[in-house]
């Protein structure tokens, strides 16, 4: 199983980025996906999470991002988008996509770097 997130990058403040995370070797569309984000010195936090279609498409977010971010997922291109809208320099973080199967068997990205700064 592969979880590749596109490159983050540098942003200033009140700008926008969209980060995408496509996986492969996994049935995607059964996937409850998550979007993770890791600052040094703090707790890994779970920043939004979107359940299959089966399950409604459920989507759940951090209280810190909710109204600015939106998560979505496109089945068809195993993909997820985590677009975010008025960043924030505390939303600089390492972000993770994170996939969890069926089984309950589970798959991380190896992270990409949103730097929000003037």
């Known amino acids: 199983v592969q979880v590749v997130e596109s490159e983050g990058g540098l942003v200033q403040p009140g700008g926008s980025l969209r980060l995408s995370c496509t996986v492969s070797g996994l049935t995607f569309s059964t996937s409850t996906m998550h979007w993770y984000r890791r600052t040094p010195g703090r707790e890994r936090e779970l920043v939004a999470r979107?359940?299959?279609?089966?399950?409604?498409?459920?989507?759940t977010y951090a209280d810190s991002v909710r109204g600015r971010f939106t998560i979505s997922r496109d089945d068809a291109k195993n993909t997820i988008y985590l677009q975010m809208n008025n960043l924030k320099p505390e939303d600089t973080a390492k972000y993770y996509c994170y996939a969890r199967g069926r089984m309950n068997d589970v798959y991380w990205g190896q992270g990409t770097q949103v730097t929000v700064s003037s």
């Open positions: 979107i359940t299959s279609v089966d399950a409604g498409a459920t989507i």
